[in-house]
């Protein structure tokens, strides 16, 4: 093939489009500017001039008049760009504090810290104390069981993280790594928990049969043989 007597002024491997008097004119849109020619920000614009000084594929937003304009947030940093690697509908340009992460973005422990970029695995609205790399640590003693997070059993700690898998406010007596065991008897049967609802000195974790009636408890007081639960 024919070898072509072309100016390449700032060394990119692009001739210029303005060259010298003889030489062929090439597709480099800024000769002078070793990060501008043809597919520089090839994530975006693979035939047109742009310009790209990180690296990172993506156009400099505000590139010397000939060239093609992009849309990166930050061209001098490869760790800024408009790139949603994750799909987890943000950026490194908008707050992704990792971006190959899914459960990691500003906002993810919305419950906590709504603009805080946090990792929340089981989507309990609670960040993970162990975090994907580069996020905040949270609160969440557990990120991969929803009913784990701080304040779950909300009648014995609004602040301790503990496990309520059955929504009665109150904690599974087995603690979670990092957390904090409750009082629940049974945490899959929310009529069964430490609370005397009635006043009658049982509740349903010690045998109250119907613990909105305190005539109803499952003591044989007059020696009969049975209870009113009986």
């Known amino acids: ?20 008097i003889g030489a062929i004119a090439g597709s480099d849109c800024d000769d002078t500017l070793s ?3 043809v597919g520089a920000a090839f994530q975006e614009f693979q035939l047109l001039c742009t310009q790209d000084k990180d690296g990172d594929g993506w156009g400099e937003p505000f590139p010397p008049s000939t060239v093609v304009a992009g849309s990166d947030c930050d061209d001098d940093d490869a760790r800024l760009t408009p790139a949603d690697v994750d799909g987890d509908g943000f950026t490194s340009c908008n707050g ?12 993810a ?4 810290a709504p603009t805080t970029c946090m990792t929340d695995v089981d989507g309990d ?4 104390k162990v975090p994907a790399e580069g996020a905040t640590m949270g609160s969440d003693c557990d990120d991969e069981n929803e009913f784990t997070f701080p304040g779950a059993a909300e009648l014995e700690s609004t602040s301790m993280c503990m496990t309520d898998q059955d929504g009665d406010g109150y904690g599974h007596s087995y603690a979670p790594y990092g957390g904090y065991a409750g009082t629940d008897c049974n945490d899959e049967n929310p009529q069964l928990n430490p609370a005397d609802l009635d006043g009658d000195g049982f509740s349903g974790c010690t045998g109250d049969c119907d613990d909105s009636d305190p005539s109803m408890y499952p003591s044989d007081y007059d020696n ?6 009986d």
């Open 224 to 229: 009969d043989g049975y209870s009113p639960c």
């Open 96 to 107: 992704d504090c990792n971006d190959f992460s899914f459960h990691t973005y500003p906002g």
């Open 1 to 20: 093939s024919a070898i072509l007597c072309m100016t390449d002024a700032d060394g990119d491997g692009y001739g210029s489009d303005s060259p010298s």
């Open 109 to 112: 422990a919305e419950r906590s």
């Open 35 to 37: 990060t501008v020619y």
């Open 125 to 128: 609205g609670y960040g993970a």
